[in-house]
């Protein structure tokens, strides 16, 4: 399994031709307390920076955008009953959905944990 991350701060992990995408923990902790989240509907064909889901916090909302084609094959449902999982564990159970990728070169175009923990300290 490889991981990947995006500079609007989504995390792929990729597993043969499916990914499975979430926000990263430095993208939480900017957002503050989770207390809701909408996902995208399975089935629904996303392109490269198309909106995906959305993220609310008592501070601000903010939409996460899918960094890859493809088609979203799962949505992580206990998200919504308990959006404040985000904040728990943004990098592992807190996924947002699983996209079964249309083009896995565009993987190319993203950057791995070292680079993005060096893109953010830039920030």
Same mark, same amino acid.
């Given at each position: ?14 597993? /043969? @031709?499916? &990914? ?6 430095? !993208? ?6 989770? #207390?809701?989240? *909408? ?9 490269? /920076? @198309?909106? &995906? ?6 501070? !601000? ?6 960094? #890859?084609?493809? *088609? ?52």
């Amino acid at each position: 399994m490889s991981t990947y991350f995006s500079e609007d701060h989504e995390w792929l992990k990729v597993d /043969g @031709d499916v &990914a499975t995408i979430g926000i990263t923990n430095y !993208a939480q902790a900017q957002l503050g307390d989770v #207390v809701f989240v *909408e996902l995208p509907e399975n089935g629904k064909t996303l392109s490269k /920076g @198309d909106e &995906a889901a959305v993220v609310e916090s008592v501070k !601000a909302a903010s939409e996460v955008y899918v960094p #890859v084609d493809g *088609e979203v094959v799962e949505g992580n449902e206990a998200l919504v009953e308990e959006p404040a999982k985000v904040n728990e564990d943004p990098e592992n159970s807190a996924w947002f959905f699983k996209l079964k990728l249309s083009d896995k070169s565009q993987l190319d175009g993203l950057m791995d944990e070292a680079a993005y923990k060096a893109y953010v300290d830039t920030l």
